[in-house]
């Protein structure tokens, strides 16, 4: 079975602060893919990114950045910066084969404070 | 990215009453569809999966009858809410998978009065 956990429930900053949310992981699967997504108040999900299992490596876009840690089985999202229209619950996602179900994490309300 | 639409954004219907939700993948085909529901402040739980041409696969826990899954073409798939009762209120949010990838319809909230 898969597992997805977001242990912070709810998350306040200051504008311009930097802010990581917490993702981690359970598989027995040695090939999946792990998700972003944010939801602003409106409820569309918009997608953040996408990592595979096999790929470690840490990507940059913009003011968002992810950590791949195999080892811990953690994917954690940092948003550096952050402004007040990041204000939006973030989901992290996970899947065992390209475009089959998701397994989503509880979410992460952000409020982002000016 | 690929368009999936879901229609209607938002319904507000009577308690007892049957409300039908469409998603649509307007430029691929889409084998299989995702249905999700959503309870305020809560995550987003798989409700079924549904293949075209044939029977919808419902998670445990998830009445088959009461959540009528049709998906007849390879770019339609429609979610009906039968009898609906106000712990049926949710926003449901539906994935269409083409190849390789699954996108994400627009999100239904539906309030049972």
């Known amino acids: 079975a898969q597992k997805v956990t977001q242990a912070q429930t709810e998350i306040s900053v200051v504008e311009k602060e930097d802010v990581t949310l917490d993702c981690v992981y359970e598989?027995?699967?040695?090939?999946?893919?792990l998700f972003w997504y944010k939801q602003p108040p409106s409820g569309e999900l918009v997608f953040l990114i996408r990592?595979?299992?096999?790929?470690?490596q840490n990507e940059i876009s913009g003011r968002y950045s992810w950590n791949f840690q195999k080892s811990t089985s953690s994917f954690n999202f940092t948003i550096t910066a952050s402004q007040v229209v990041d204000s939006a619950v973030y989901f992290c996602?996970?899947?065992?084969?390209?475009?089959?179900?998701?397994?989503f994490g509880e979410g992460t309300q952000l409020t982002v404070n000016p | 990215g690929a368009v999936v639409s879901q229609h209607p954004s938002w319904v507000i219907c009577k308690s007892g009453t049957s409300v039908k939700i469409e998603c649509r993948s307007l430029?691929?085909?889409?084998?299989?569809m995702f249905w999700y529901r959503q309870f305020p402040k809560q995550s987003l739980m798989l409700m079924a999966t549904?293949?075209?041409?044939?029977?919808?696969?419902?998670e445990q826990g998830v009445e088959k009858d009461k959540f009528l899954i049709n998906h007849a073409s390879l770019t339609l798939s429609t979610l009906t809410v039968t009898s609906a009762h106000p712990e049926d209120s949710s926003f449901y949010i539906c994935?269409?998978?083409?190849?390789?990838?699954?996108?994400f319809g627009q999100g239904t909230r539906l309030t049972v009065v």
């Open positions: 996602a996970l899947n065992k084969a390209s475009g089959s179900r998701l397994t």
């Open positions: 994935s269409a998978r083409d190849n390789s990838e699954a996108f």
């Open positions: 990592r595979n299992s096999f790929d470690e």
């Open positions: 598989t027995r699967d040695t090939t999946y893919y």
């Open positions: 549904s293949n075209e041409g044939s029977k919808a696969t419902y």
């Open positions: 430029d691929f085909q889409a084998t299989t």
